[in-house]
């Protein structure tokens, strides 16, 4: 049981570039989030999926683009990397519990710079 | 939407003493409050959770407590270990949305 893994873990992208970072999980859950992490800000979210087949805007949609491609994977695109969208990046995955609320469990990140 | 606002950002505690960190929501919906543990370059662990409908839990060093009518919760750690040197996050959750404190980093000097 892998929980929530993550590809790549680093990454450079060069201003203008694409690219996309894959996240899967193996909790069975329906709901997955991508969040960016920058210095002072906390996690903020980009997208979410509440499951199979949907997904929402978050926080700080723009410049990203998401797919939910099964239960277990969720993708998050950069089309024109800015360097503005230089962070760490954040999958989850979470599952309604039977004594209410969605516990959340966090993948590994990956650290992208844009130059 | 919700906001959760999160205090103090810093906070140095020597070894064996008490740390408390604190957060408000605004958001009557939420209900449920995960805190999380940050350590530097490594991804946030879920150390501890409260639902609406309890006031208090506790789990060995830890606790949190949760005041719903003033919107606010807080985590307590006791008797600190330069272990417990992190980052620790809150957030409150609504519907399947989390809505996360901007941190405190916690120093333990031993």
């Known amino acids: 049981n892998a929980g929530v893994t993550q590809t790549p873990k680093f990454q450079v992208l060069k201003t203008g570039q694409s690219m996309t970072l894959q996240c899967a999980q193996d909790?069975?859950?329906?709901?997955m989030y991508w969040y960016r992490q920058d210095p002072g800000m906390g996690l903020r979210l980009i997208y979410y999926s509440a499951s199979e087949g949907t997904t929402d805007k978050g926080e700080v949609p723009n410049g990203y683009n998401v797919s939910r491609l099964n239960k277990r994977e969720f993708s998050l695109r950069l089309e024109s990397a800015a360097p503005s969208q230089t962070s760490v990046y954040f999958c989850?995955?979470?599952?309604?519990?039977?004594?209410?609320?969605?516990?959340?469990?966090f993948g590994p990140g990956t650290r992208l710079t844009v130059t | 939407g919700e906001n959760v606002e999160q205090h103090p950002s810093t906070l140095s505690v020597q070894e064996g003493d008490s740390a408390v960190i604190k957060c408000t929501y605004s958001d009557s919906a939420s209900n449920y409050f995960p805190w999380y543990k940050q350590e530097l370059g490594k991804r946030p662990q879920l150390i501890i959770d409260i639902r609406s409908n309890v006031g208090e839990k506790k789990d060995q060093r830890i606790a949190v407590t949760l005041n719903k009518t003033a919107k606010h919760f807080s985590l307590h750690i006791t008797e600190t270990q330069p272990e417990d040197s992190a980052v620790y996050f809150c957030a409150a959750n609504t519907g399947n949305q989390f809505y996360f404190g901007t941190g405190t980093s916690l120093t333990v000097i031993p």
């Open positions: 989850a995955s979470s599952e309604f519990s039977s004594g209410g609320g969605y516990e959340q469990y």
């Open positions: 909790m069975n859950h329906n709901s």
